[in-house]
């Protein structure tokens, strides 16, 4: 999904950012970006949103040279990617429900659209219950969550998070990690770019590593290397376990390896994130179900399930090129 080729970015000749980087990065990973302080880490992601050009090299995302997209077609492409940032960037003067709806709102959806996305992702992000607050009146992890529900509103394929743990206790990261987790189960590629050695080693995923703008590790493992379970701290053991054991039972048995391909089916994305919370993440789960399961489905009903249907319907009999 994402290639990084022979990438460069000097600030002036002696400011190197960004040495020859490259990497690719495929549909459904769950990645670190890690390295001390001036490593590089917000440079590549800032060029990736296409906030700043590189100096050399090639970026490709689904095989389109983003440096090729015209600047009036930027904003179509960042739709495409969220982001999460450590000091929120939530708007003060607006509440936490009006925060997501406006990320809504103004790519244009449709008034019923807006309002069921902002309702789900709500819920995804167990803020339902302070979603009339505004920022101040939150927590950090709060304010946190608040700003994942945002960067998802608009189904991104793509979920960055430059230090999301930055300003948040240990158990509260682990509560923002739980969600991005959940997140990445559903589908969504999510990159983390981050100090938080205690995550890192907790979650075991692929870590690239960057020292002086360049890349001196790409690897499955923890902060330091591979993840030797005797040397994980015990407290991130026991947060890792907490984490996976508070998965539904469906998606710890859906989580190999299976990509998403509701986003293919015409329905709206609230109803494809009801059928994501109910761990349904692909169109041949859907096909097995009948209308009544379909309708039995937590928050579906009658009217989504007739939806779903005529959606499923129109996806079979398309021809095959109109469903790729
Ligand atoms: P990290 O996010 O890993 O802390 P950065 O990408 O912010 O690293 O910075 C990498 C290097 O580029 C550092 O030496 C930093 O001082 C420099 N740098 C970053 N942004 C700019 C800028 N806008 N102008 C000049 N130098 C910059």
């Given at each position: ?40 880490k917000s440079t590549l992601i800032r060029l990736l949103i296409r906030q700043e050009d590189p100096t050399q090299g090639t970026i490709l995302f689904d095989d389109t040279d983003i440096l090729s997209i015209r600047k009036h077609l930027l904003p179509v492409y960042r739709q495409q990617i969220g982001v999460v ?99 990445n189960e559903w589908g969504t590629t999510v990159m983390i770019a981050t100090h938080d050695k205690e995550v890192v080693d907790a979650m075991n995923q692929r870590v690239i590593r960057l020292e002086n703008g360049t890349i001196v590790s790409d690897q499955k493992g923890g902060y330091n290397g591979n993840c ?97």
């Amino acid at each position: 999904m994402i290639q990084f080729q022979q990438v460069s970015k000097f600030y002036n000749p002696e400011i190197v950012a960004l040495r020859d980087v490259s990497f690719d990065i495929d549909q459904g990973e769950f990645l670190f970006l890690i390295g001390p302080s001036g490593a590089g880490k917000s440079t590549l992601i800032r060029l990736l949103i296409r906030q700043e050009d590189p100096t050399q090299g090639t970026i490709l995302f689904d095989d389109t040279d983003i440096l090729s997209i015209r600047k009036h077609l930027l904003p179509v492409y960042r739709q495409q990617i969220g982001v999460v940032f450590q000091d929120y960037k939530l708007l003060d003067t607006k509440t936490i429900r009006e925060n997501v709806s406006f990320a809504l709102e103004i790519t244009g959806k449709l008034d019923n659209e807006v309002k069921e996305t902002t309702d789900s992702l709500l819920d995804l992000v167990g803020l339902s219950d302070r979603q009339d607050l505004f920022p101040e009146q939150l927590s950090g992890g709060e304010k946190q969550r608040a700003g994942i529900a945002r960067a998802l509103a608009n189904e991104p394929k793509l979920l960055i998070a430059d230090e999301p743990t930055g300003n948040l206790d240990p158990e509260t990261s682990f509560e923002i990690m739980k969600i991005l987790q959940t997140v990445n189960e559903w589908g969504t590629t999510v990159m983390i770019a981050t100090h938080d050695k205690e995550v890192v080693d907790a979650m075991n995923q692929r870590v690239i590593r960057l020292e002086n703008g360049t890349i001196v590790s790409d690897q499955k493992g923890g902060y330091n290397g591979n993840c030797d379970e005797d040397k994980k701290p015990a407290k991130s053991r026991k947060v890792e376990i907490e984490a996976v054991s508070a998965l539904p039972i469906e998606q710890k048995e859906t989580k190999p390896d299976i990509i998403s391909d509701l986003d293919q089916l015409p329905v709206s994305s609230a109803v494809r994130r009801q059928l994501r919370k109910n761990s349904i993440v692909t169109i041949d789960q859907l096909l097995d179900l009948s209308e009544s399961e379909l309708i039995s489905l937590d928050g579906i009903g009658d009217k989504k399930a007739q939806d779903i249907v005529n959606a499923l319907e129109s996806f079979v009999n398309a021809p095959p090129h109109e469903q790729a």
